[in-house]
C-alpha cells in the first residue's frame, strides 16, 4: 500500500529526576551526599532507510516517542539515558511542523540521519549541592521535560524521469516495456493511482529511475482530480517526459493535450517549468499512415523538435532512441 502522508506525534524522552541519597556505611557517620544524576531523555531521530516507498506504517503507529530517563540513584549512580526513537523514513521524506508550517528536515540520502527531537536533560542529584555550609543538601533538579509536537511526514518521489501525462498516454505501459515495473495496465482512465518506480538498466552498469506519476487532468494545479497530490512527486525528478497520446482514438488532440500538461507544470511552479523535458508522440502503431503524428509534429515549435520522439510501447518503435536520448538528457544536466 502506497501513503505519502501521515500525521504524527513526536515526543523525546523526559529526563530522569536527581537523587537525593546519603551515604551510610558503618563507622563513617558523615558519609555526605551521594545522589546520583538523572539519566537524559532520549531523542528522536529520523534516517532514511534504502528501500521503504511508503509511509503506511506511520499511518497506524502515528506516536513517535522516545523513552524517558531513568532517576539517578544512592551511591553516585547515575540514572540510564532514555532510549532514542529511530524513525525510518523513505528517501525522499519532508517533516513539517503542523502549527507552523515550517519545514523541519529533508531527508534525501540512504543513511542520512537527523535529530528532530531532543530529550530532555537529567536533573542533578543532591551530591552536586554539597557547600562547606551546607553539607546536607536534602533537594536536587528535577529532569527537564522532552520536546512534543504535531508534525506531518510528507514523501515525495525521487527519481530521474518522471513521466507526465494525460490519463491513458500510455505511461504505465511505457515504463513496464523499459523496466520490470509491473503497473498497473487497462483501457480506461486512472488505472494508476499511486506512483510507480522502475528501473531502466543502462550499459556499463548504470541505470536510469523512472516515476509513472498517475495522469494529470486540467486544473490539476488547482487540485482537481487528484491534482497537487501527484504533481508534487515531480518536484524531485530531474527530467520530465510528456508522454501524449497521438493515436486517432485519443480522448484529447494531440496539441491540447501538451498544451493543458505544460499549463499545469507552469502553473504548478515549484521549480517545475525549468527542469529539462522530452516529448514521447506515443501509440504510433495505431497511426500507421503517419497523419496524426505529422499533424502534431507541426504543431511543435521548432526549438523543441530534438527533444520530440515518435514511440510504440506496443511494438518497441523509438524505445531504444528514447532511452539514448533521456541518458544524454540527464548526463548533460549532472554536468551543468
Same mark, same amino acid.
Request: charged share 25%; proline share 7%.
Given at each position: 500500500?502506497?501513503?505519502?502522508?501521515?500525521?504524527?506525534?513526536?515526543?523525546?524522552?523526559? *529526563?530522569?529526576?536527581?537523587?537525593?541519597?546519603?551515604?551510610?556505611?558503618?563507622?563513617?557517620?558523615?558519609?555526605?551526599?551521594?545522589?546520583?544524576?538523572?539519566?537524559?531523555? @532520549?531523542? =528522536?531521530?529520523?534516517? *532514511?532507510?534504502?528501500?521503504? %516507498?511508503?509511509?503506511? !506504517?506511520? !499511518?497506524?503507529?502515528?506516536?513517535?516517542?522516545?523513552?524517558?530517563?531513568?532517576?539517578?540513584?544512592?551511591?553516585?549512580? #547515575?540514572?540510564?539515558? @532514555?532510549?532514542?526513537? =529511530? =524513525?525510518?523514513?523513505?528517501?525522499?521524506?519532508?517533516?513539517?511542523?503542523?502549527?507552523?508550517?515550517?519545514?523541519?528536515?529533508?531527508?534525501?540520502?540512504?543513511?542520512?540521519?537527523?535529530?528532530?527531537? !531532543?530529550?530532555?536533560?537529567?536533573?542533578?542529584? %543532591?551530591?552536586?549541592?554539597?557547600?562547606?555550609?551546607?553539607?546536607?543538601?536534602?533537594?536536587?533538579?528535577?529532569?527537564?521535560? *522532552?520536546?512534543?509536537?504535531?508534525?506531518e511526514l510528507e514523501l515525495k518521489v525521487m527519481a530521474d524521469i518522471g513521466l507526465v501525462g494525460l490519463p491513458n498516454a *500510455?505511461?504505465?505501459?511505457?515504463? #513496464?516495456?523499459? /523496466?520490470?515495473?509491473?503497473?498497473?495496465?487497462?483501457?480506461?482512465?486512472?488505472?494508476?493511482?499511486?506512483?510507480?518506480?522502475?528501473?531502466?538498466?543502462?550499459?556499463?552498469?548504470?541505470?536510469?529511475?523512472?516515476?509513472?506519476?498517475?495522469?494529470?487532468?486540467?486544473?490539476? /494545479?488547482?487540485?482537481?482530480?487528484?491534482?497537487?497530490?501527484?504533481?508534487?512527486?515531480?518536484?524531485?525528478?530531474?527530467?520530465?517526459?510528456?508522454? &501524449?497520446?497521438?493515436?486517432?482514438?485519443?480522448?484529447?488532440?494531440?496539441?491540447?493535450?501538451?498544451?493543458?500538461?505544460? !499549463?499545469? &507544470?507552469? /502553473?504548478?511552479?515549484?521549480?517545475?517549468?525549468?527542469?529539462?523535458?522530452?516529448?514521447?508522440?506515443?501509440?504510433?502503431d495505431l497511426d500507421p499512415d503517419a497523419t496524426c503524428r505529422d499533424e502534431f509534429s507541426n504543431h511543435i515549435p521548432d526549438?523543441?523538435?530534438?527533444?520530440?520522439?515518435?514511440?510504440?510501447?506496443?511494438?518497441?518503435?523509438?524505445?531504444?532512441?528514447?532511452?539514448?536520448?533521456?541518458?544524454?538528457?540527464?548526463?548533460?544536466?549532472?554536468?551543468?
Amino acid at each position: 500500500m502506497f501513503v505519502d502522508y501521515a500525521s504524527v506525534v513526536i515526543k523525546s524522552g523526559n *529526563g530522569g529526576q536527581g537523587c537525593v541519597s546519603f551515604h551510610r556505611e558503618k563507622f563513617k557517620p558523615n558519609g555526605g551526599p551521594d545522589g546520583g544524576d538523572g539519566g537524559n531523555g @532520549g531523542d =528522536v531521530i529520523l534516517i *532514511g532507510e534504502l528501500g521503504m %516507498n511508503s509511509l503506511v !506504517r506511520y !499511518r497506524y503507529t502515528p506516536r513517535l516517542f522516545a523513552k524517558n530517563g531513568q532517576p539517578g540513584m544512592g551511591s553516585n549512580r #547515575s540514572g540510564k539515558k @532514555g532510549k532514542d526513537m =529511530v =524513525v525510518k523514513v523513505p528517501c525522499g521524506t519532508i517533516l513539517r511542523n503542523t502549527e507552523t508550517g515550517e519545514i523541519l528536515c529533508e531527508i534525501i540520502e540512504p543513511g542520512t540521519s537527523v535529530t528532530v527531537a !531532543r530529550g530532555g536533560k537529567g536533573g542533578k542529584g %543532591n551530591q552536586h549541592f554539597a557547600t562547606p555550609t551546607k553539607q546536607a543538601p536534602r533537594y536536587a533538579q528535577p529532569g527537564l521535560p *522532552g520536546v512534543e509536537f504535531k508534525a506531518e511526514l510528507e514523501l515525495k518521489v525521487m527519481a530521474d524521469i518522471g513521466l507526465v501525462g494525460l490519463p491513458n498516454a *500510455g505511461k504505465s505501459s511505457l515504463i #513496464s516495456v523499459v /523496466s520490470h515495473a509491473t503497473p498497473k495496465i487497462a483501457g480506461y482512465p486512472f488505472t494508476t493511482l499511486n506512483p510507480v518506480v522502475g528501473v531502466i538498466e543502462l550499459s556499463e552498469f548504470r541505470t536510469m529511475v523512472m516515476a509513472d506519476i498517475p495522469g494529470i487532468i486540467e486544473g490539476a /494545479s488547482e487540485g482537481k482530480g487528484l491534482g497537487i497530490q501527484f504533481l508534487k512527486h515531480v518536484e524531485r525528478t530531474k527530467t520530465l517526459l510528456f508522454v &501524449i497520446d497521438i493515436s486517432p482514438y485519443a480522448d484529447t488532440p494531440p496539441e491540447n493535450a501538451f498544451e493543458i500538461l505544460h !499549463r499545469e &507544470i507552469e /502553473s504548478f511552479g515549484h521549480g517545475l517549468p525549468e527542469k529539462p523535458f522530452l516529448i514521447a508522440a506515443n501509440k504510433t502503431d495505431l497511426d500507421p499512415d503517419a497523419t496524426c503524428r505529422d499533424e502534431f509534429s507541426n504543431h511543435i515549435p521548432d526549438n523543441l523538435k530534438e527533444k520530440f520522439f515518435q514511440i510504440s510501447t506496443a511494438t518497441r518503435e523509438g524505445i531504444d532512441q528514447l532511452i539514448t536520448a533521456l541518458d544524454k538528457t540527464l548526463h548533460d544536466d549532472l554536468q551543468s
